[in-house]
């Protein structure tokens, strides 16, 4: 029989859905400007560029109540990875999501109220959430506002570095969201993470 903890207040889950759509958003917008065929686009390459800013801001917004409610309600401590022993217990977790989670072995590091994330999610999640979307989202005003951006960078146009970073940070941002979601199906059943993301407790 399963036990449940309550792991996620409410702020968390409403943070979590919100940054979620927000993100997707930027991704298929993001996609429609620099992709989409003109006679085929996701989106019509003006309305993609005005959600995709509009959005964009949202992100940027968001991002500022997430940084300033982990402060102050502690949760910044979820992201830390918890020592001793941090790199082994990345092994033994990367071992378990690309081999013993399909021979059935029971979850090496579950969470706790005390520990939300193992180490590895940790390690990533703080890479995410403290270096990419900051970066996504600096680069991202600085587009919409070029006249701040230097006119010359590393010997290049200056939104050009600001362009090339802008893209690989969402793309990793992007393999993230995939990865995410497939990891999101690696509860007790598929559905169980997903349902936590909704109620806050965590089955194991």
């Known amino acids: 029989m399963s036990e449940r903890i309550y792991l996620l207040p409410?702020?968390?889950r409403a943070w979590h859905w919100c940054n979620a759509v927000l993100i997707l958003t930027l991704i298929v917008t993001g996609a429609s400007l620099h992709f989409s065929d003109p006679n085929l686009?996701?989106?019509e390459f003006s309305r993609a560029a005005?959600?995709?800013?509009?959005?964009g801001v949202a992100l940027a917004s968001l991002y500022g109540l997430f940084v300033v409610?982990?402060?102050v309600s502690g949760n910044w401590w979820q992201y830390v990875p918890k020592p001793p022993g941090i790199g082994h217990r990345c092994m033994v977790q990367a071992?378990?999501?690309?081999?013993?989670i399909f021979r059935g072995e029971s979850h090496p590091?579950?969470?706790?109220?005390?520990a939300n994330f193992n180490a590895l999610q940790a390690l990533v999640y703080w890479f995410v959430m403290y270096i990419l979307v900051p970066t996504v989202v600096a680069t991202g005003l600085v587009f919409m506002n070029p006249e701040i951006a230097p006119e010359r960078l590393f010997g290049l146009d200056g939104l050009l570095p600001v362009a090339v970073l802008h893209y690989l940070s969402g793309t990793i941002i992007t393999l993230f969201v995939v990865a995410h979601i497939y990891l999101g199906t690696t509860g007790v059943t598929v559905t169980s993470l997903f349902k936590m993301m909704i109620t806050g407790w965590h089955e194991h």
């Open 10 to 12: 409410v702020w968390i």
């Open 41 to 43: 686009p996701l989106l």
């Open 50 to 55: 005005s959600v995709h800013n509009v959005a």
């Open 69 to 71: 409610a982990n402060i």
């Open 95 to 100: 071992r378990y999501y690309a081999y013993g």
């Open 109 to 114: 590091y579950p969470p706790t109220r005390e």
